[in-house]
């Protein structure tokens, strides 16, 4: 199972029905090694997988018993290292955001520079999420560097939200979005979402095929004027605001997926950072899904 989220995408966070991916380990003379995963030699539902990239780590041999790596516990991932780095990289795009929301002012005479600054500090925060895309080894200062960038856009865009389109807005789209959180976060840990390679494959492509429609729409709106095909207002605006929340909610259910592989299979601590940074992707595509969704709602009171 690969991650919808380009950070997950390379790593070895991959396991399906609870089992394939991490630490796989030679049997022992006569049968499998006690506690052995069956499918350690790598995930059974993708073609060409490869074994857990942690087990052949000579910094960290395997345990036969076990099967986890033979290292301090301080050096696995836990739970609560994905929490902390979790609440750090939030609370970079939270502190930026206000900062941004106070010091970039939005009246109309100063409209065109935030907007301008918004722009450019969401071109530098994509910029550094595909080079920490693309790095083997997570970075916190291009992860934090991100979350900077991101939170001075999302904090010029929201105080634009609620001066010019509805006074409010801002917070109960900060309440979807941990409602959206706690929701599915319940749903995961309940067992009615179960993260297996069908319901990855449609998320998947609902997403590529989401993705599309908004290119299209936004080259429409550029070169023929106005909304485009429509897809950012009125009722069809609302319908994909409502699926692009949805869309959110399945990346969440593929990363809390990904953190439980990780933990189960005794990833390195450092990939804590990894997980920070693809479940604050997530919930910034939540936010500014319902952000949208609620000006459209509110707007056309």
């Known amino acids: 199972m690969r991650s919808s989220n380009p950070v997950f995408s390379r790593r070895g966070f ?17 049968g499998p090694a006690v506690g052995t995963n069956p499918y350690a030699t790598g995930n059974p539902y993708a073609e060409g997988a490869t074994a857990n990239p942690y087990a052949t780590n000579p910094y960290a041999p395997q345990d036969v018993q076990t099967g ?14 994905v929490v902390s780095r979790t609440a750090m990289t939030l609370g970079t795009v939270v502190l930026t955001a206000v900062l941004s929301w106070l010091l970039l002012p939005v009246d109309p005479a100063n409209l065109g520079k935030s907007y301008g600054i918004a ?45 010019y389109i509805a006074d409010g807005v801002v917070i ?3 309440l979807g979005t941990m409602a959206v959180f706690a929701g599915v976060l319940t749903a995961y840990k309940m067992g009615w ?32 004027g106005g909304d485009g095909l ?35 299979y005794g990833a390195p601590r450092e990939e804590a950072w990894l997980a920070a940074f693809g479940l604050t992707m ?18 056309d009171d």
């Open 68 to 81: 986890f790596p033979q290292q301090a516990r301080g050096n696995v991932m836990t739970i609560d290292d």
């Open 282 to 299: 997530t919930l910034v595509w939540i936010y500014l899904e319902m952000l949208r969704l609620l000006s459209i709602l509110q707007g």
């Open 193 to 224: 979402i179960r993260v297996n390679r069908r319901f990855t494959g449609f998320v998947m492509a609902a997403a590529m095929g989401f993705m599309l429609l908004m290119v299209v729409n936004l080259l429409f709106a550029v070169f023929g």
């Open 230 to 264: 429509g897809f950012r207002s009125g009722g069809l605006g609302i319908l994909f605001g409502v699926i692009g929340i949805i869309l959110g909610a399945c990346f969440l259910a593929l990363d809390f997926k990904q953190v439980e592989d990780g933990i189960t």
């Open 119 to 163: 722009i450019g500090a969401a071109l530098v925060a994509l910029v550094l999420s595909l080079v920490q895309s693309f790095k083997r080894k997570p970075s916190p200062a291009l992860i934090l560097g991100y979350a900077a960038f991101e939170g001075v856009f999302l904090g010029v865009i929201s105080a634009a939200v609620s001066t």
């Open 14 to 30: 991959s396991r399906d029905n609870g089992s394939a991916g991490f630490n796989a380990q030679q049997p022992q003379a006569g």
């Open 172 to 174: 109960q789209a900060v």
